[in-house]
């Protein structure tokens, strides 16, 4: 199977083995694209690559149905659909290069800055190695008020990819996200019981729930449990940070043009991009909080906490909980991966210290995190079990999604449908109008939370998956299962 490989929003990721766990969902990246139902061109052309697969049927079983037949770039024209003919002839088999030359030609100088021109072949010759893909699906064009526009291809076959490209006003590609497409043989799922079921033979424990949201709020469909405890959600949490930067924008002490300066100490670990800017440099707050959702960009989140500091963070948290004496302190990511991997005698007090002594503990947490960034791979010690962490219910990860869907109806939340639709996690099902994400992954956690929309905007569904287990988790089958189950939110 081909590497999942995502060029996004000037950087290259790499979704397996990531310092947060590797969640192929979440770490994929960031093509900043809304997604919107899917569109074909009516025949075959030339721009079509070789191969056919059959697709999901959109209601989570396996598709019995016709292959869906191949097609061109239908309706797209201009410099879109020249980068999007340039693309898919990269992927073309017994393609080779780009060049250093070609790449600086055909890519935006803000992309090359994070992504080396010289960098692009091996990416690209990394999906050419699998199987030949057809060009199945062109999704609506999304033009954006800064000139630049982009689409969302499918491309069929053994290891289907949905393609996200964007280009800017000058015709020159700023956006690239190559993410797995739905398989054709997804676990068939009929039922939120059934899923439970086909969750627990895979081990660990899973936690499922879904919410039907409706102004602010969640009425539950489903739970695992009927007592359901808070799990292990890494960083859906973020969800939360979320809500209080909009509500501080909209109290007037933040804007979202307003410029974060990148500083040492609020420097965390990958996942992200904004670790490897010079200190010293800025980020607007709309641009972070975008990365912060789309590639879980963890020094973003923690720029974005110290911004709307504690008190926003604690109105946040109380926001979606019932109990937030259990996400006081609301942990930074620096001051995870500290707990967690570099300051032992700290974690062996968190698991039995209340909320005031978790605030006290969090000062005595080494300020130094060169050990972790010199060596990555240092974080690789299952750590929940000692309470490290961000633990949710199902319910309050829904009450996440309801409040920003709620927000995103005011002045300050304007941008925020466009911020949790522009990475889905996963292929959006079929009938799906919007669909909102948030995963998260640490060693032994995996989680993903989406909210789904298939009619009227503002009232949608939320799923929530939590998966914890003692060891490393192997998330291919949860993947699949949990993509099968979001079928379950559009079927009628």
Known sequence: MRGTVAIACAAVLLTAGC?????????????????????????????????????????????????????????????????????????????TGPSAEEAEARFASDFLNQVPADQLEPVFATFREGAPLTLTGVE??????????????????????????????????SGLLLQ?????????????????????????????????????????????????????????????VLSA???????????????????????????????????????????????????????????????????????????????????????????LFQLGWNAPEVREQWAQADASER???????????SALQGNPFAVNEVVWPDGVGWFLTGEEICTAHAVLQ??????????LRDIMSANPGLPVPEGATYQGFKGGSVPGVLAYSFYVEDGEEGAGTVLSVQISHERAIMANSFTELTQSALGLLVTP
């Open 359 to 369: 605030e006290h503990l969090v000062q005595e947490l080494p300020e130094d995190l």
């Open 245 to 335: 930067v909009v509500e501080a924008i909209g109290a007037g002490e933040l804007t979202w043009d307003e410029d974060l300066t990148i500083v040492p100490e609020l420097k965390s670990l990958p996942t992200g991009e904004l670790q490897d800017r010079a200190d010293g440099s800025t980020v607007p707050v709309r641009e972070a909080a975008g990365l912060m959702i789309s590639i879980s960009d963890n020094t973003a989140t923690d720029l974005l906490m110290d911004a709307v500091g504690p008190e926003r963070l604690q109105a946040a948290v109380e926001r979606v909980s019932d109990d937030p004496d259990r996400l006081t302190p609301l942990l930074s990511t620096r001051q």
């Open 140 to 173: 609506d064009v999304q033009e954006h008020p800064d000139g630049s526009a982009g689409t969302v291809l499918t491309l069929s076959g053994d290891d289907p990819i949905r393609l996200s490209i964007r280009v800017d006003a000058d015709g020159l590609i």
């Open 406 to 415: 709620d927000q995103a109806d005011t002045e300050a939340g304007q941008p």
């Open 180 to 240: 797995p497409g739905t398989p054709s043989d997804l676990p068939e799922v009929s039922s939120w019981d059934g899923l439970d079921g086909q969750f627990a033979v895979l081990g660990g424990t899973t936690a499922v729930y879904v919410g039907e949201v409706a102004d602010g709020a969640c009425e539950t469909v489903h739970q695992t449990s009927d007592q359901p405890e808070p799990a292990p959600s890494g960083s859906v949490f973020k969800l939360i």
């Open 19 to 95: 310092s947060t766990g590797g969640d192929p969902s979440e770490e994929a990246g960031a093509g900043e694209v809304t997604q919107t139902s899917s569109g074909s061109g009516p025949d075959a052309s030339q721009e079509s690559l070789p191969v056919t697969a059959a697709p999901d049927d959109g209601a989570g079983a396996t598709s019995t149905a016709a292959p869906a037949p191949p097609t061109d770039l239908g309706a797209l024209d201009g410099p879109l659909r020249e980068a999007s003919q340039w693309v898919l002839d990269q992927l073309a088999p017994g393609a």
